[in-house]
Structures are given as C-alpha cells and as structure tokens.
C-alpha cells in the first residue's frame, strides 16, 4: 500500500519562507507525474507545482518566481520551497503523486494535507 506523508507546513509571516516534504512509501516501482495542490474553505483545490511525467514542470501562475518544486528520486520524495510568502497563499497543501507499486500496480494518490498559513 502506498502512502504519502507531507511534513513542513506552519505559521510565518508575509515574506517568509517554509519548505514542504512528501515522502512516498510502499514498495514503489517508479513515480511518474507528482506535484503540490492546495485548498481553501472559499476555493476548490488547485495546482499550485507539479512535475510532468517526462520531468518537466507547471506552476502556477501566481507562484512563479517564489516556488520551486523538486525531487529526490532515490528518497520518493517530492519538495516545494515556497519563498515571499503572502497572506493569499494560505491554505492547506497536499502532495500527489501517480505512482507504479507492487502488487497494485498504477495508482493516484494524496497525502493528508499540511497547513500553510500566511499573517500579514
């Protein structure tokens, strides 16, 4: 069974930084396309980061230029360094990731979100 655990998340300040880990565990082939959501209680989840499945990367518009996401491959781990941080950013963010398992084979999967919260 695979699970995804996110760790990272907490209160800083507009401006600040706060960087969030998701590790994958099970016995994992491969990952293929993984990525970072986020959530409010007034907004649906949306795409905040993401890695394609041939490596390369989509963020969201707002966020260029402050995130970065990326990976330990070796570690099934996915990062997103999130830098000048700002109140609208506040939400909870969870991790995803389509990932090849042994004895389940391709499967779509989230972690439990962890909360991100921005003060002005």
């Known amino acids: 069974q695979v699970q995804l655990e996110e760790s990272g998340g907490g209160l800083v300040q507009a401006g600040g930084s706060l960087t969030l880990s998701c590790e994958a565990s099970?016995?994992?082939?491969?990952?293929?396309?993984s990525g970072w959501y986020r959530q409010t209680p007034v907004k649906q989840r949306e795409a905040v980061a993401t890695?394609?499945?041939?490596?390369?990367?989509n963020y969201r518009d707002s966020v260029k230029g402050r995130f970065t996401i990326s990976r330990d491959n070796a570690k099934n781990t996915v990062y997103l360094q999130m830098n000048n941080l700002k109140p609208e950013d506040t939400a909870v963010y969870y991790c995803?990731?389509?990932?090849?398992?042994?004895?389940?084979?391709?499967?779509?999967?989230w972690g439990q979100g962890t909360q991100v919260t921005v003060s002005s």
């Open positions: 890695f394609n499945a041939d490596g390369t990367t």
């Open positions: 099970g016995n994992i082939f491969s990952i293929s396309r």
């Open positions: 995803n990731a389509y990932v090849n398992a042994m004895g389940v084979g391709w499967g779509d999967y």
